[in-house]
């Protein structure tokens, strides 16, 4: 039986062929050309007897077009996040033993490929890996059974978890976001155009940005992040951006907090956004209500919400029918939510496991997040159950992870890092009595090189002193007081990020006096 969001693109391709589905750059695809695209490409995806596969790519119409013909060939699909370090993508490449990569466009190969099919679509191939080789016909011929996607999020370590996805939880918020999102009765005609601003292999943009503007039968515009201003996971051109949002008049966007903030602070020094712009969704980490409410003040209509990937992306949304600043919004139609002991619980959508691990089939899923319902029934979040860093642009990040690669630095004997809801993690770190600044500089850098751009450490605090049970800065154990220690050092942190939201001519700017002694409570940048 053919899913929802398919048999919705079929019939505005008999009802309505010349109405555009996708632009991209330098050329569109009608609802009639889309349909004809997917029929082709799983024709062949069938014909190439794969049952799953990663998916590669930028942003782009062919992006979407794989997407959706590995959907209609019943194939288990992998997006592969383009942010994600070498090491990343090999951990999902063996985890999920993707033999073969459908890959859209000119771009570099994320393995060593055995050998490379052409699709009959141009800019999309299907690449054999050659450290899968051994696999029958080179490819995997088994679908895992009753799992359309598998979503690996940026993870909270080096080695993120696959969350499994069956086609019945995609189109269960997909139905409920359309029906959220589209409830205002001019909605239907102010909302005819979505631009993919943040990566479509994150599962909110592919879900929020791409089925159900389909669903609706509306224009999507996807082009690769670099044409809008966005590269790797963490840089933002807002001069590139808004003008790019000029150009294109998208009606809606998924923003995360960070590219709002700098949407503000462009608005605030006079720069301004089209006035196709009817709804902004934020997500993806904590969005603070002042920024929010300077939005509304300069009329960007911004909505937040919150999800994770193992409630198929979105739990709740606000929306111009119902709206409260500093809520995530009402949960979705198709969600309850019960807060247990302070933490938030939800039901309806839940994930069917983690791949490659035994799936306790539990009714509620345990989101690790903190928070509240209020009595009109808006959902607030007040914190992480569990030590988690939610960067400003929605990356997932351990602190402990980054933390342990630190202190493996002969230069370094305590270290914490912080981050949360900020563009880049920070360190406070205590050297070594020997350390030089310049040895702790090259530790850094060499350390950084390791990992993906998100959780690299730009900017370190020296510590005043060492982080004993004594100053209680540590536990009797050993663990690191989080609270404490960020309570020490709270001014000194607040002059790391107090000016990461100010435009410069070509992105955020980041930029802070530098010192260049280990001087207790100085202030390094690594760029």
Not at 205 to 211: D, R
């Amino acid at each position: 039986m053919m899913n929802k969001i398919l048999a919705a693109i079929y019939h505005y391709a008999g009802a309505t062929p010349e109405k555009i589905a996708l632009t991209g750059h330098n050329v569109q695809l009608t609802y009639a050309q889309l349909a004809t695209q997917i029929n082709q490409l799983a024709d062949w995806l069938v014909a190439q007897n794969i049952g799953r596969a990663g998916l590669w790519g930028e942003n782009s119409i062919e992006w979407i077009v794989a997407d959706l013909a590995a959907w209609q060939a019943n194939i288990t699909l992998v997006p592969l996040p383009r942010f994600f370090s070498a090491t990343q993508l090999q951990h999902v490449i063996t985890d999920a033993q993707l033999s073969g990569l459908l890959v859209c466009g000119d771009i570099t190969p994320v393995a060593e490929v055995n050998d490379r099919r052409h699709s009959p679509l141009a800019n999309i191939f299907l690449d054999s890996l050659a450290s899968q080789h051994s696999l029958k016909n080179g490819y995997s011929t088994t679908a895992i059974a009753d799992i359309a996607k598998i979503t690996f999020t940026s993870g909270t370590t080096g080695s993120p978890k696959g969350v499994c996805l069956s086609t019945a939880a995609l189109e269960n918020v997909t139905l409920a976001l359309a029906e959220r999102i589209y409830a205002a009765p001019d909605a239907d005609k102010k909302l005819n155009c979505h631009l993919n601003l943040l990566p479509l292999s994150t599962l909110l943009e592919n879900i929020a940005g791409v089925y159900v503007p389909l669903y609706l039968g509306k224009r999507i515009i996807a082009v690769p992040g670099v044409q809008l201003g966005l590269t790797g996971s963490s840089q933002l051109s807002l001069p590139t951006l808004l003008q790019k949002l000029h150009e294109y008049e998208p009606s809606s966007l998924i923003l995360l907090p960070q590219i709002l903030q700098g949407l503000v602070a462009a608005s605030l020094q006079g720069f301004s956004l089209p006035d196709s712009l009817h709804f902004v969704a934020v997500g993806g980490a904590k969005t603070s209500a002042s920024l929010i409410a300077q939005a509304r003040a300069r009329s960007i209509p911004v909505y937040e919400g919150y999800g994770l990937s193992e409630c198929a992306s979105v739990v709740s949304l606000n929306s111009p029918l119902e709206n409260k600043i500093g809520s995530v919004g009402k949960p979705l139609s198709h969600v309850q939510v019960r807060i247990e002991n302070g933490v938030i619980f939800t039901r309806g959508n839940g994930f069917s496991g983690y791949l490659n691990s035994q799936h306790e089939n539990n009714e509620w899923v345990n989101t690790g997040d903190l928070g509240y319902l209020d009595s009109d029934g808006f959902l607030f979040i007040t914190g992480r159950e569990k030590n988690c860093l939610i960067s400003s642009f929605g990356r997932n990040i351990s602190p402990e992870w980054i933390e342990a690669e630190l202190t493996l630095s002969p230069a370094i004997t305590q270290v914490m890092v912080v981050g949360d809801a900020q563009p880049f993690c920070s360190a406070i770190i205590m050297p070594t009595p020997t350390s030089s600044t310049d040895q702790l500089f090259a530790e850094i850098a060499r350390i950084n090189q390791t990992l993906p751009d998100y959780a690299q450490v730009k900017k370190f605090i020296i510590a005043r002193e060492a982080f004993t049970p004594v100053n209680q800065l540590l536990t009797d154990n050993g663990r690191l007081r989080r609270t404490a220690i960020q309570a020490v050092y709270a001014e000194l942190i607040d002059t790391v990020y107090s000016t990461a939201s100010e435009l410069s001519s070509s992105q955020l700017s980041t930029s802070y006096p530098s010192t260049s002694s280990t001087t207790a409570g100085a202030i390094h940048e690594l760029f």
